[in-house]
């Protein structure tokens, strides 16, 4: 699988077209879910499945008027981060689309027929969270970064947390969303990683040939080169997530010595297959940069 080194971060969304199962749980249908009621959230999903959207809300440098009340709105309900996104896709009728927090990547034929990947960035509704979040002391990855496409937050100066949210869906609309978690921890001059799927909505899913990407930053020239690759696996289970097994999680992915006085990083990278639905590629979720010293440690 070819490197795609991109900055990009993730988004999410709920759907109409199936209970989440935070909808079913406060809403009157019991499903198997997770953690506790999200407060506003909840309130916000409650309340909103019987609003119709009126307004869809796009960047003006598209140049897309705004919806009318007699075209077909998208019976949906995103997160603030990438409303303007899936409104985009949705409007447009995009065929196999990803929304993440930077804007929407999908398929369309050329002159000659040929099937490309394109990207257009999208204004977020709201501004991205970036380092120095609050850190809570338990696993809250569920409930963590549900406002924003990426967080990252320093956990300690030897470990650190990216979360990405990504939406996808065709031509048809929207059709699930899910989230990526990954975690670095640095040991001397080793790094070590572990990855998290967590499913939010629509069908199971399945990822495939996903990996961790080791990036070294030349510090003369800027140029980053490649440190290594390692598989994201636990030993066991394949990485797949479902709405009765909503959350999966890999085993320790340990990079080799990271001999140069540089700065690293790790990048997430993955297809992914909803049941009923062709191939997706995700963007690429990087970790945050951290430093390797003569003294034989490694630090964010």
């Not at 705004?66 to 981060?81: C, G, N």
């Not at 496409?149 to 048809?172: D, P």
């Not at 961790?212 to 390692?230: A, H, L, N, R």
Request: glycine share 8%; hydrophobic share 35%; with cysteine.
């Amino acid at each position: 699988m070819s490197q795609r080194h991109l900055d990009v971060g993730m988004g999410g969304l709920l759907l109409h077209s199936g209970p989440t199962r935070s909808e079913a749980r406060h809403c009157g249908t019991k499903v198997q879910g997770r953690g506790k009621p999200r407060g506003a959230r909840v309130f916000r999903v409650c309340i909103a499945a019987v609003i119709a959207l009126m307004t869809l809300v796009v960047p003006s440098a598209f140049d897309v008027r705004t919806a009318k009340a007699e075209e077909p709105q998208p019976a949906i309900h995103v997160e603030p981060a990438l409303r303007n996104c899936v409104s985009y896709a949705v409007k447009h009728a995009l065929e196999q689309w990803v929304c993440t927090g930077s804007g929407v990547t999908y398929e369309s034929k050329d002159a000659s027929g040929k099937t490309r990947q394109r990207f257009v960035a999208i204004v977020q509704s709201r501004p991205r969270l970036s380092q120095g979040v609050t850190i809570k002391a338990s696993d809250d990855y569920d409930s963590w970064c549900e406002y924003s496409g990426v967080c990252h937050r320093k956990i300690s100066n030897y470990i650190e947390e990216v979360k990405g949210n990504a939406a996808y869906g065709n031509q048809n609309g929207a059709i699930g969303s899910f989230d990526i978690v990954v975690r670095t921890n640095l040991n001397g001059r080793q790094a070590q990683w572990r990855v998290t799927y967590i499913w939010d909505s629509g069908p199971s899913i399945k990822f495939e040939h996903p990996q961790i990407s080791c990036w070294d930053k030349e510090p003369i020239t800027g140029v980053w080169y490649g440190c290594g690759s390692y598989v994201v696996s636990n030993g066991s289970t394949a990485p797949k997530v479902s709405p009765s097994s909503w959350r999966w999680n890999s085993s320790w992915l340990y990079s080799a010595r990271l001999e140069r006085d540089d700065t690293y990083h790790g990048a997430h990278d993955t297809y992914f297959v909803p049941s009923g639905y062709p191939r997706y590629a995700a963007s690429v979720l990087n970790t945050g940069n951290f430093n390797c010293f003569s003294n034989g440690t490694c630090k964010f």
